[in-house]
Nanobody, 133 residues
Framework: QVTLAESGGGLVQAGGSLRLSCVAS????????MGWFRQAPGKTREFMAT?????????YTAPAVKGRFTISRDNAKNTVYLQMDSLNAEDTAVYYC?????????????????????????WGQGTQVTVSS
């Protein structure tokens, strides 16, 4: 069982920055593909960024936020981050991290990037980000 806990959300003015953190407990964090999503009121959950497990640094960021949002991880701290810059009011949402552990030897050897929410097995409770204009 994997438990995820997000932090770092809050109220920020437009143009500002926030860094979200997600600490994982349980299992082998370094092998997990991790992702960040967000959900604004009345909208479906939206993919933000993913980072493959393993020793590499393969990442993919949604085109809508590419250049402003950056995903990274610190395996020694079992933590994945989402650095968010140049925030605007449309970034207001609850932000969630998610974990997709490898399911077999092939996935261990070939870490993947996962953009689909339904493929993630574990989710945090979310952290609210509010951007004032």
């Amino acid at each position: 069982q994997v438990t995820l806990a997000e932090s770092g959300g809050g109220l920020v003015q437009a143009g500002g920055s926030l860094r979200l953190s997600c600490v994982a407990s349980g299992g082998t964090f370094s092998s997990y593909t991790m992702g960040w999503f967000r959900q604004a009121p009345g909208k479906t959950r939206e993919f933000m960024a993913t980072l493959a497990g393993g020793p590499g640094t393969h990442t993919y960021t949604a085109p809508a936020v590419k250049g402003r949002f950056t995903i990274s991880r610190d395996n020694a701290k079992n933590t994945v981050y989402l650095q968010m810059d140049s925030l605007n009011a449309e970034d207001t949402a609850v932000y969630y991290c998610a974990a997709d552990p490898p399911k077999n030897a092939h996935e261990y050897a070939h870490p993947k990037l996962t953009t689909r929410a339904e493929l993630y097995d574990f989710w945090g409770q979310g952290t609210q980000v509010t951007v004032s204009s």
